[in-house]
Each structure stands twice: as structure tokens, then as C-alpha cells.
């Protein structure tokens, strides 16, 4: 059974950072791409950060030159490294695995900007 856990989440000032970090247990074949997706209260949830199992990422545009996305397929492990974090990135974050088949997610991880 394949379990994703993520950790690294917690409170932190306006402007401060935390690393936030997804290992995944289990059979896993083929990822594709790995991500962080988060979701605040009352919104839909949104894709943050991905990384592609050839290496490219992508970024939201609201996170942009803030975030940083690392990932290792072999070990089964993605980073998000958030820096400049505002209030707005106030969020549960979740980590995602994406293989042919299915995908996978972690239970979640909450972030909490103060201003």
C-alpha cells in the first residue's frame, strides 16, 4: 500500500521560510511528475510546484521566484522550499505523485502565515 507523508509544515512570520519535504512508502512505478498542491479555507485546491520526472518544474505564478521544487524519483521524495512566505500562502499543503496509472497524495500539511 502506497502512503505519502509530508512534514515541514508549521507557523511562521511574514517574510520568513520552511521547507517542506514528501516521502512516499510503498510500490511506486513510473512517476511521471511530482507536486505540492495546497488549498485555504473556502477555496479550490491549486497546484503550487511541480517537477517532471525528466527534471522541468513549473510554478504557480503567485509563488514564483519564492518557491523552489526539488524532487528525487529514485528515493521517492519531493521538497518545496517556500522563502518570502506571506499571508496569503496560508494554505493545507498537499503532495502529489503522478505515475500512468493513478495518482497518489499525502494527507496534508498545514501552513500557517502570520502578519
Known amino acids: 500500500q502506497v502512503q505519502l507523508v509530508e512534514s515541514g509544515g508549521g507557523l511562521v512570520q511574514t517574510g520568513g521560510s520552511l521547507r517542506l519535504s514528501c516521502v512516499a512508502s510503498?510500490?511506486?512505478?513510473?512517476?511521471?511528475?511530482m507536486g505540492w498542491y495546497r488549498q485555504a479555507p473556502g477555496k479550490e485546491r491549486e497546484l503550487v510546484a511541480i517537477?517532471?520526472?525528466?527534471?522541468?518544474?513549473d510554478y504557480a505564478d503567485s509563488v514564483k521566484g519564492r518557491f523552489t521544487i526539488s524532487g528525487d524519483n529514485a528515493k521517492k521524495t519531493v521538497y518545496l522550499q517556500m522563502n518570502s512566505l506571506k499571508p496569503e500562502d496560508t494554505a493545507i499543503y498537499y503532495c502529489?505523485?503522478?505515475?500512468?496509472?493513478?495518482?497518489?497524495w499525502g494527507q496534508g500539511t498545514q501552513v500557517t502565515v502570520s502578519s
Open positions: 502529489n505523485f503522478r505515475t500512468w496509472v493513478t495518482d497518489y
Open positions: 510503498g510500490s511506486i512505478f513510473s512517476i511521471k511528475a
Open positions: 517537477v517532471t520526472r525528466g527534471g522541468t518544474t
